[in-house]
């Protein structure tokens, strides 16, 4: 099944944001994603984000490549406009609707895949453009609607479906994103909503590019146990209990924890993923103690999750550079930019 | 033995001058060719330079013509090599009877083997190193001096001369005079050691007025921000790079504001696949953003434009050729990209395409592709070449209608969507395959997804047959509409040779884009020879019912095109329900601009039923 309408009853009693608004107001289509999906799970967070922020939902524009995660956009806030373009090239697109209406707030989501495989050039060149979007990533290792492919986030030793073991250092967006010198990075579990919402709020808030790689177990196709952002059934358990397009049903996973422990997470199967939050004092503005950390952490098999950089104040943002004026272009009136019938009659004297 | 003199030919002639690249001999060429054009004289100007900054072969050739024919003539008269590198083959590219001017600082007996040519040996290098100090000045100057030989030698008036450097130097006066010092040295040179004028020579006419000399880039950057472009993405490659350049400094210069903040954004790629994306958004969200790039650039934006079809969304892309297969000749003009242009992108993809044929074209076209693009919602490419974006052209003056506004198709404002029921994005409202669009942040009743994969008419997700094709055959009525709004061929019948006609000959010739000003001067000179041909020049794909018409009414029609494969002609079998044989190909692809005579003898090899596969292609 494709789309089915979602059933517009509300409550007349469900909270309100300062629009006037309710969550409701925030969703989108139903997810076609297989149920368990940690994308899900981001999706819903991104709807509180964007409730709690009280965005107007016309002033959001929704973008995306190809893939599960790419779909997601249909899942959220469907008074927006939304993209779903080409396998990669979301941020291209993102670059230009963005240079056309400075004013609309952008959320791009895009897949490990779709990041880091085919869009790794686009992803790195809107950093570099400090383009004023948010980009989530939804990680999970894996090429899922291909079914069960290695991505470049895939760990070394994961195992495919059929056996196949990775042997590739994996990606990591987020010490990429420092490296490139984006002005916003932040790392989050999809089961964990608490820290999710404001770092999605902060994002949409912070005027530059935003990077928040999301892990995010995909629960059909990432099967290696011991993996660290997958839901590792046993091989065996895996193949004896299941035919290969048989997604297995789950229930979406939650945890809390408090700020500066680690923490390892159950997950479907009985594997977990290990998670550390920052400390509380860790300063997110420092770049290079911020990549050293994260370094330090990954090599001990742990991923920080949290905020892990933001420039007050980021430098270089597109417009910013380019001096565009404050009307947003899609809405200068054609006066404006004609220069008209007598200016060019004059203009012809220099090429005579 | 010398030579016989040329019988005089006044204000009908070529120069050709070969020098070495990155020695700043592109002024003294534009200089002399500006100053033929304010002499009253059409000119037309050609370069030939290599893909290369410094050190290699090039040239810049100059015809003067009374007639006002746009093309290269395909001989030269008057050769000025300055390139030892290439005097032999200079040498031999001067027709007979012709004159070769070379530096004889260092005197080359191998030059002096052509006795029907006179060869005129001018001490450049000398003159210059006796009269300016410091080489990188004495080697400017050389290429300089050479201007004032050929103003002794073709009569061109010194003061149009002065003039000119007077406004290209308007804020360097010095340099004006060590220009001018170095010009009146050659020209003294010359007229004290020749027999000046020789008889190509220059005379002042009137026949140039209320035109300007520009090339087909400058005009098309000029095009898009009178079209009201407000963004431009781009990845620089060899040809196209200028129309950016062009655009980028008229927004700058015209569209200036009090406070200095911009109403545009250029933004250079990271390569085509992005540029192209870009427009792509940009034009979704509502701008008018448009890039320019060349055929390799065209091959890696397939994707996207596609999705640009499916989706239908506005983008305006300029292709100015260059010759392929692959990197090809990058400084070389071909019309390469007929056929991957019109169908970039897999699955059922058209794209609506116009053919500029000259530099004012490329400016009026710039308008009418972003009109075509907003109204058809789907990306229009617009085919230009090297020869037309990069050549100096003699134009008309261009000019802007004060009434014009944008069209921007049926765009939903928020009033609009107010009084609608509902907002279906894929919808056949009035039947012409058009549907309603909607801009980001204007209402939330106009959101829309626009997405690549299958949709139905109302705008969802689907993977159903039935909805699926829908849309599919909307987008065939949309294309039957597009064939409409597409500018018109120009068609033009000759007069019968003799006794009465019905207004049509058999023969005709068919071209697209820069064949224009060859065919054009073609079939002056097949009449000359006693054969009339009626003309007819596509602007426009899809191609309008006139196309058709036109090829039904003639026996025969030469397709004449700059690319090996006949892309036109593919066209035009799989686009019309034309019969094979009524079209047959002349095609030329070497890289160099299309000359009359390439023409004229296709045409009159058919017609004399000789075979001569090296001009042309029968199928």
Request: with cysteine; hydrophobic share 40%; glycine share 8%.
């Amino acid at each position: 099944m494709t789309f089915m309408a979602k059933p517009k009853v509300a409550h007349p009693e469900l909270p309100r944001n300062a629009l006037g608004l309710t969550r409701r107001d925030y969703e989108g289509s139903n997810s076609t994603l297989c149920a368990g999906c940690g994308h899900d799970s981001i999706t819903a967070s991104i709807v509180e984000a964007c409730w709690a922020n009280a965005l107007q939902p016309q002033n959001l524009v929704k973008l995306s490549g190809i893939g599960c995660s790419s779909k997601t956009t249909a899942y959220f806030v469907s008074g927006a406009h939304g993209f779903n373009s080409v396998h990669g090239r979301m941020p291209s697109v993102a670059t230009g609707a963005n240079a056309a209406n400075r004013k609309l707030h952008y959320i791009g989501v895009s897949g490990d895949g779709d990041t880091l495989s085919i869009g790794l050039g686009q992803f790195i060149h809107a950093i570099r453009r400090n383009l004023n979007m948010v980009y989530i990533i939804e990680n999970n290792g894996v090429y899922g609607l291909t079914k069960g492919q290695f991505s470049a986030s895939a760990d070394v030793g994961t195992k495919a479906k059929k056996g196949e073991v990775n042997s590739q250092p994996p990606i990591d967006p987020v010490q990429l994103a420092l490296t490139l010198g984006a002005s916003f990075v932040g790392r989050g579990f999809s089961g964990d909503k608490r820290q999710l919402v404001p770092l999605i709020q902060a994002g949409l808030r912070h005027p530059g590019f935003a990077l928040i790689d999301v892990l995010s177990p995909c629960v059909t196709f990432n099967d290696h146990e011991g993996s660290t952002k997958s839901y590792a059934y046993t091989r065996e358990h895996y193949h004896a209990a299941v035919e290969a397009d048989y997604v297995p049903r789950a229930e979406a996973i939650a945890v809390d924890y408090p700020a500066g422990e680690s923490l390892l997470v159950p997950l479907h199967d009985g594997s977990q993923v290990r998670l550390r939050k920052l400390e509380p004092a860790f300063d997110t503005r420092n770049r290079a103690n911020a990549y050293a950390y994260i370094d330090a952490k990954l090599h001990e098999g742990e991923y920080v999750t949290g905020l892990i950089h933001a420039q007050d104040a980021p430098e270089h943002e597109l417009h910013a550079v380019n001096r565009t004026a404050a009307t947003p272009l899609n809405r200068m009136p054609y006066e404006r930019l004609n220069p008209g019938a007598a200016t060019l009659a004059k203009l012809m004297a220099r090429y005579r | 033995m010398p030579p016989k003199a040329a019988p005089e030919r006044v204000n009908d002639f070529v120069i050709k001058i070969g020098t070495v690249n990155g020695t700043g001999s592109a002024s003294a060429n534009g200089l002399l060719m500006k100053a033929v054009f304010r002499s009253g004289v059409p000119v037309v100007g050609k370069n030939y330079f290599p893909s290369n900054i410094q050190g290699a072969p090039t040239w810049y050739e100059i015809r003067v013509t009374r007639a006002g024919y746009r093309a290269r003539a395909g001989q030269v008269d008057i050769m000025v090599a300055l390139n030892p590198e290439s005097y032999a083959r200079d040498l031999q590219e001067v027709v007979s009877g012709g004159y070769f001017v070379y530096d004889c600082t260092w005197p080359r007996p191998a030059l002096l083997r052509r006795d029907d040519v006179t060869v005129l040996g001018v001490p450049l290098a000398r003159l210059c190193n006796e009269n300016f100090q410091g080489v990188r000045t004495r080697i400017l100057m050389k290429n300089i001096c050479y201007a004032g030989v050929l103003a002794a030698l073709c009569d061109l008036d010194l003061d149009v001369i002065r003039g000119l450097l007077a406004e290209t130097y308007a804020k360097k006066p010095q340099l004006v005079e060590s220009n001018m010092k170095a010009i009146q040295l050659g020209y003294d040179y010359a007229r004290k050691a020749f027999d000046c004028p020789l008889p190509l020579r220059v005379a002042k006419l009137d026949a140039t007025k209320g035109h300007i000399i520009i090339d087909g880039n400058t005009a098309a950057g000029l095009g898009c921000v009178y079209a009201g472009a407000t963004v431009g993405a781009w990845y620089p490659i060899t040809p196209s790079t200028s129309l950016m350049d062009a655009y980028k400094s008229f927004a700058e210069r015209l569209r200036a504001t009090p406070d200095g903040r911009k109403n545009y954004v250029m933004i250079q790629a990271e390569d085509e696949l992005a540029s192209i994306g870009m427009v792509i958004g940009a034009n979704w969200n509502g701008a008018r953003a448009f890039t320019a790039t060349s055929g390799p650039g065209i091959s890696l934006m397939q994707e996207f434009l596609g999705l640009g079809y499916y989706t239908e969304t506005p983008a305006v892309v300029f292709d100015v050729q260059r010759v392929g297969p692959s990197t090809g000749m990058p400084t070389r003009t071909q019309q390469s990209d007929l056929r991957s242009a019109a169908y970039a992108s897999h699955g059922d993809t058209r794209h609506v395409c116009l053919y500029p044929a000259n530099p004012e074209e490329c400016f009026y076209f710039a308008a009418t592709a972003f009109d075509l693009a907003d109204r058809l919602q789907t990306p229009v490419l617009v085919l230009s070449d090297l020869d037309i974006g990069m050549n100096d052209w003699m134009c008309p003056d261009l000019k802007w209608d004060e009434n014009y506004q944008p069209d921007r198709g049926k765009l939903l404002d928020a009033e609009q969507l107010s009084k609608i029921d509902k907002f279906w994005r894929y919808y056949d409202h009035d039947d012409d395959g058009i549907p309603q669009r909607t801009l980001p942040g204007v209402s939330a009743k106009g959101a829309w997804f626009a997405r690549g994969s299958g949709h139905t008419q109302y705008g969802a997700y689907t993977e159903d047959s039935r909805d699926y094709q829908i849309v599919l055959d909307r987008l065939r009525k949309k294309w039957i509409t597009a064939s409409r709004l597409v500018p018109k061929a120009i068609i033009e019948n000759s007069a019968p040779i003799e006794g009465e006609g019905n207004g049509t000959n058999e023969l005709a010739i068919v071209t697209v884009g820069s064949g224009d000003a060859p065919v054009r001067e073609a079939i002056d000179r097949l009449r000359a020879q006693g054969v009339a041909v009626d003309y007819m020049r596509v602007r426009g794909f899809p191609f309008g019912e006139e196309v058709e018409t036109f090829l039904n009414a003639h026996k025969t029609s030469f397709i004449v095109e700059q690319n090996r494969d006949a892309q036109l002609r593919a066209l035009l079998l799989l686009e019309t329900g034309v019969e094979k044989g009524r079209m047959r190909s002349i095609l030329h692809y070497n890289g160099m601009p299309l000359a009359a005579a390439y023409v004229v003898d296709g045409v009159m090899a058919a017609v004399q039923d000789r075979a001569r596969p090296a001009a042309q292609l029968v199928r």
